[in-house]
Nanobody, 131 residues
Framework: QVQLVESGGGLVQPGGSLTLSCATSGFNLDYYSIGWFRQAPGKEREGTACFSSGDQYAYYAESVKGRFTITKDNAKNTIYLQMNSLKPEDTGVYFC????????????????????????WGQGTQVTVSS
């Protein structure tokens, strides 16, 4: 059974940092791309970063590029999202998600950051950036 469990959310001041974790189980991380999404109240779910299993490459939304870093720890089956220079507009519930990526298949940036590309989701963790 595919499971993704997020942790690490909380309250942080503007300019601060947080690291989110996504612990995965029930599938081979080598064949699944993992993305981090966020959703603010009244807004659509937005892709922030993705680690592609195919090319082992990280994709980022323009809004977080240079501030967020996605990494993968194969030994722990965990994906991390390091968030620096946080802004109030980064506030929201953060979800990690996964989709199966067949070996040799590659996709566009848009595909990796689109929520409809993903078939498995975690329950989310709240991030609040406020003074």
């Amino acid at each position: 059974q595919v499971q993704l469990v997020e942790s690490g959310g909380g309250l942080v001041q503007p300019g601060g940092s947080l690291t989110l974790s996504c612990a995965t189980s029930g599938f081979n991380l080598d064949y699944y791309s993992i993305g981090w999404f966020r959703q603010a109240p009244g807004k659509e779910r937005e892709g922030t970063a993705c680690f592609s299993s195919g090319d082992q490459y990280a994709y980022y939304a323009e809004s977080v590029k240079g501030r967020f870093t996605i990494t993968k720890d194969n030994a722990k089956n965990t994906i991390y999202l390091q968030m620096n220079s946080l802004k109030p507009e980064d506030t929201g519930v953060y979800f990690c998600a996964a989709f199966f990526q067949p070996p040799g298949r590659y996709y566009s940036d848009h595909h990796y950051l689109r929520s409809s590309s993903y078939s498995h989701w975690g329950q989310g963790t709240q991030v609040t950036v406020s003074s």
